[in-house]
């Protein structure tokens, strides 16, 4: 019984993990980049203006706000940081101009953004942060 759940518990980490690693989209009618990214917690087909922003997050924001932007720890240059949730009562709170800076110039222990994403792609990241993960 236990070699059961075990083969089970592994076979489910297994899934879990491939999916959420699967950074190609696939050319399978049906799936577009929206519907087989998982950045955003509501990632849909509605939004398909935002499948370039959903790149850019995972390359960027993931790593340290995860790829539902729930936050938590990150360990950057060595040092444990707490990563806010971009779905906190806080972050939603800050209009668009402040979440623009935020990302363009950082604050705390945020790094700049200013120096490796055009300033278009930080405005689509805003939008993105806004609808899927905000549900604005």
């Given at each position: 019984m236990k070699l059961i759940a075990i083969g089970i518990g592994c076979a489910l980490v297994t899934l879990t993990f491939l999916a959420c690693n699967n950074n190609a989209p696939s050319n399978t009618a049906g799936n577009s980049p929206a519907a087989t990214n998982s950045a955003g917690a509501n990632s849909t087909a509605a939004n398909p203006e935002l499948a370039s922003a959903r790149i850019t997050y995972e390359k960027n924001c993931a790593g340290c706000h995860g790829p539902k932007a729930e936050g938590g720890t990150a360990k950057v240059n060595d040092k444990?940081?707490?990563?806010?949730?971009?779905?906190?009562?806080?972050?939603?709170?800050?209009?668009?101009?402040?979440?623009?800076?935020?990302?363009?110039?950082?604050?705390?222990?945020?790094?700049?953004?200013?120096?490796?994403?055009?300033?278009?792609?930080?405005?689509?990241?805003?939008?993105?942060?806004?609808?899927?993960?905000?549900?604005k």
């Open positions: 444990q940081i707490k990563v806010p949730s971009l779905k906190s009562d806080r972050a939603i709170k800050h209009d668009d101009k402040r979440l623009t800076e935020t990302i363009t110039n950082g604050d705390e222990e945020m790094p700049s953004f200013k120096d490796k994403l055009k300033s278009q792609d930080i405005l689509d990241l805003v939008k993105l942060i806004r609808t899927d993960f905000q549900g």
